[in-house]
């Protein structure tokens, strides 16, 4: 009854709210002012509404005459010819009949959202086509509005401290990163000085998945690949520095340290904060009896959390930062074992002789009362937001993924202190060296051909599948461009081969750790396994968000959480069947580095983003079919899931009880 009186409340307050709040925003008003149409509710902004419609409407103007300068063309249009510009969210709606590519949303209270729209309808004027790249036209009204000298000497002072953001970086995360539109406005600079207006107007009608297409994207354009773009803009910008006046370049510098100032603290003080109401909560949903071992482990991941977050703002390089994520997880790992090792013995000297295993509690975690599911739940979900603060430095600085090394300590602090468990506990269980391998190619085998397969009947659904792709290492390492490096596209240069498979070896063995080791584990024992599973699998897919597509639009975020999830699931798979952690730790960065790839081949895809909501259940289903049929063939052994079953009804009456 409870519920239901909820739900009728729900619906009645959104049935009343509903045209109040329509009737609050008001119709819709038209400004004009030369070419440009301004769409805004009745009601926005009280009284003071229109004159700030006309203020915008006036920087619209002025800026699309700088980029029509720019772009050496004359402010001048043929009749009835109109940029539509509406006011507020996109969640107001738009005007009845106001649709497609040549209109465009503006947010009244940024100065650089007012710019950017002028500069993308100036663009998709002039080079035909109404829909063009964000980061174009950011870069072209930031060069508009900001001059050429001050763009040049910002993104030079940015280069003297390393901070200078590579082209895939700077294409696809610059909302966010310190100085991100005078980036975008020397890049823009450069593609102008070496191809011209016409040059510019092709990039910005790329379809601007630097990501995946980044050499498709500039070869059509430009007619050079992504790293000859990158690192002709590096040269331009620093022979640039060499022409700039003094002063100009130290207001770019001051410009600059202001800059990331800012970032550096906003990072750590927001991980701080993540950190500590997430150890707060944590601490209150411990029982009494763990939480002074609780605040031990909260303790030493705080610290490691704040060595990778200092690490991120200083110039120390790859190796370095390699070095100390590993010493942390070794010192750690050392204090855990005198730990362990000075409570087994105090365990022996107390406990008779012939009684108790000492050894037990190397493998499960100590007995004693669990909380509530609604518990474990909130607890491993607050973990879960806990473990992505140190990776808020990846974020704001780079691409490197050595902040997985707090993780490492958090789930070994978990087991042996605030559990008193063991690795056994986590499914780091002995193993022979010839059977592990074994199960390990097995399990590898079993995962690619899950997501194989997948490939070719999603495919052939969406797309036409002309053929087959296979490779033994299939591995373009296309996040190493995400960052401050400006080598994109360089295939194992050197040294930097060591780094990438160190990369993915210790950052996935620190996420199959914490996912499939600790938290799958825990949440086993308090609601079963397959919600266990489901459980874990979306917040590893949720713990993705963080360094990926979070500032942009919602389905490509939505897709991305998909894939990680899914990926969740297949790896809880492989721990349950190949009953070891190894495995999955070994098969999760051989997926990454594209070991035994098989895909499709395939042309014409017309699915869009909502056809990938269909992609990953179909992978999760063969997943089930796949890797438990494999594993059980090469184990010798084979277990349902325990999936739930309803209870058995007791036939209706009427019926005659006998006793006995």
Known sequence: MARRALLILALAALFVASPVSARAKGEWVLHQDGPFVVAYRENWSGSSGPARVERLAERLNATAVGVAALLERKWEFPEGTTFRVVVGPRSDGRPAGWAGSDCRTVDPDSDASVDQVAAASVLGWASGAGRVTDYVASGVAGLVN????????????????????????????????????????????????????????????????????????????????????????????????????????????????????????????????????????????TPPDRRRQMVWCLAAFAAMAGVELALFSLPVGAATKAGVALAEVLATGLVLVAWV????????????????????????????????????????????????????????????????????????????????????????????????????????VAFRLTTGLTEFIFYSGFADVTGVQFAWQAYEPWWRGIGFHHWPYQSWAGWQTAVDVWDFVFGNFAEELFFRGYLLSRLERTMGWTKALIVQALLFGLFHVNYDLLPFELW?????????????????????????LVVAALVHPMSNLGVLWVGAHYAGYHGGWLGFLAYYPLQIVLGIIFIPALLAAATGTFRWPDWPRPPARRPRGPYIETPG
Request: charged residues 15%; hydrophobic residues 55%.
């Open 146 to 285: 900001r001059g050429e000298d001050e763009t040049w000497a910002a993104a030079a002072a940015l280069d003297e401290k390393g901070r200078l953001a590579s082209l895939l970086q700077l294409t696809s995360w610059w909302p966010s990163l310190p100085l991100g539109r005078e980036q975008l406005a020397s890049l823009v600079g450069y593609v102008r000085e070496q191809w011209g207006p016409p040059g510019l107007l092709r990039l910005s009608r790329g379809d601007g998945n630097f990501v995946s297409d980044a050499d498709a994207v500039c070869r059509e354009a430009l007619g050079v690949g992504a790293a000859q773009l990158d690192q002709g803009w590096v040269a331009a910008v620093r022979a640039h520095a060499a022409t700039l006046a003094p002063d100009v370049l130290d207001a770019g510098r001051d410009a600059v340290s202001a800059a990331l100032a800012r970032a550096v603290w906003t990072m750590r003080l927001l991980a701080t904060l993540v950190i500590a109401l997430g150890a707060f909560a944590v601490w209150t949903l």
């Open 556 to 580: 490509p975020m939505v897709g991305y959480v998909l894939m990680a999830a899914a990926f969740g699931v297949l790896m809880g798979l492989l721990v349950r069947y190949s009953r070891t």
């Open 341 to 444: 090792w000075r409570g087994r013995k105090a365990r022996d000297a107390a406990a008779p002789a012939g009684v108790g295993d000492p050894a037990s509690a190397l493998e499960v975690p100590a007995a004693g009362a669990r909380p509530s599911v609604w518990a474990e739940l909130a607890i491993a979900v607050l973990l879960s937001v806990m473990i992505m603060a140190p990776r808020l430095g990846l974020y704001w600085y780079c691409r490197e993924i050595w902040a997985k090394a707090p993780m490492i300590v958090f789930v070994l602090g978990l087991v042996f202190w605030a559990e008193g468990g063991g690795l056994g506990s986590v499914g780091l269980k002995r193993m022979g060296l010839g059977r592990l391998v074994w199960v390990t190619v097995v399990g590898l």
